[in-house]
């Protein structure tokens, strides 16, 4: 689904503040992957993202999404395969718009849906859509988004990105800026969707309890490099303990991100 061959990012090339952040990384994603990805901050996480969905280019190296090269395609023509979940709840919806027209304008992206109008019945549609949440929504169609929770406002983000029909979903921390309970329940959502939709995912997140507990495979980088890569039996046996003691023993040094280590 995902080839990345020999990536190399480095930004303000040939100039005193030249920084190299993703360092000859390959990585093949196959289809139905849920691939969790931890590090410290500044280990390259939210650049590969940046390069997967066209948000910026690599210096060196190639991109394949479904087999198709897409080094140098822009981001809004692999928006057709991709969908991305930002930290900030509200950077997914418009908030002062309704629900119903939030929807709406998902719908009118077209990726995977024909034009739409807003009758009766189409707005019987987007409510029936929302009643999927589980969380009563569908009964506040007409009222604006910022008066939702954070945690509504994440879940409905994640409900109107897979509804544009991506293959590849990619969750950026998306429950970082949440409470425990919503953040629990963001995470639920994102599971049964996943499941039901057969998205390949990739998941950034600074919880080190969700990258052991979720997905089928888990990465762990550190200056632009992968540095862990654990899958199958081996990643359900992982705890806490062992994935730092990973750390140690390939950089030889103690994995020291407070923000990592105390989430739970």
Same mark, same amino acid.
């Given at each position: ?5 020999? =990536? ?10 030249? /920084?190299? $952040? =993703?360092?000859?990384? @390959?990585?093949?994603?196959e @289809? ?6 931890? &590090?410290?901050?500044? +280990? ?9 969905? &066209?948000?910026?280019?690599? *210096? ?5 999404? /479904? &087999? ?8 809004? %023509?692999?928006?057709?395969?991709i ?21 709406? =304008? ?13 009758n009766? +019945?189409? #707005? ?9 949440l ?10 604006? $988004?910022?008066?939702?929770?954070? &945690?509504? %406002?994440? +879940? ?19 429950? !970082?800026?949440?409470?425990? @309970?919503?953040?629990?329940? $963001?995470?639920?959502?994102?599971? #049964?969707?996943? %499941?039901?939709? *057969? ?11 969700? !990258? ?31 994935? =730092? ?8 040094k ?5 923000? $990592?280590?105390? *989430?739970?």
């Amino acid at each position: 689904m995902i080839q990345l061959d020999a =990536i190399t990012k480095t930004f303000n090339p040939g100039t005193p503040g030249e /920084k190299t $952040v =993703i360092r000859n990384l @390959s990585l093949a994603v196959e @289809s139905g992957d849920f691939i969790t990805i931890i &590090g410290s901050n500044g +280990a390259g996480k939210t650049t590969l993202f940046n390069l997967i969905s &066209g948000a910026v280019f690599p *210096s060196a190296g190639e991109i394949r999404i /479904k &087999g198709r090269k897409v080094t140098f395609e822009p981001e809004y %023509r692999r928006a057709m395969h991709i969908g991305r979940i930002f930290q900030d709840p509200l950077a997914g919806t418009a908030s002062n718009m309704t629900i119903e027209d939030n929807m709406t =304008i998902t719908a009118k992206k077209g990726f995977r849906w024909p034009k739409i109008s807003l009758n009766r +019945a189409m #707005r019987q549609k987007f409510a029936d859509q929302v009643k999927t949440l589980d969380m009563g929504l569908e009964t506040r169609m007409k009222v604006n $988004v910022s008066s939702l929770s954070g &945690g509504q %406002r994440q +879940a409905l983000t994640l409900l109107m990105t897979v509804l544009s029909g991506p293959d590849i979903l990619l969750l950026d921390e998306h429950t !970082a800026a949440l409470d425990p @309970s919503n953040a629990a329940m $963001v995470m639920e959502q994102t599971q #049964r969707v996943i %499941r039901e939709r *057969s998205l390949t995912t990739l998941m950034v997140t600074h919880n080190m309890n969700h !990258a052991i507990a979720f997905g089928n495979r888990l990465i762990m980088m550190d200056a632009g490099e992968i540095i862990v890569d654990v899958k199958g039996a081996e990643k359900q046996d992982l705890t806490r303990e062992g994935l =730092i003691q990973m750390f140690a023993d390939t950089r030889k040094k103690a994995f020291e991100n407070d923000e $990592v280590l105390l *989430s739970t």
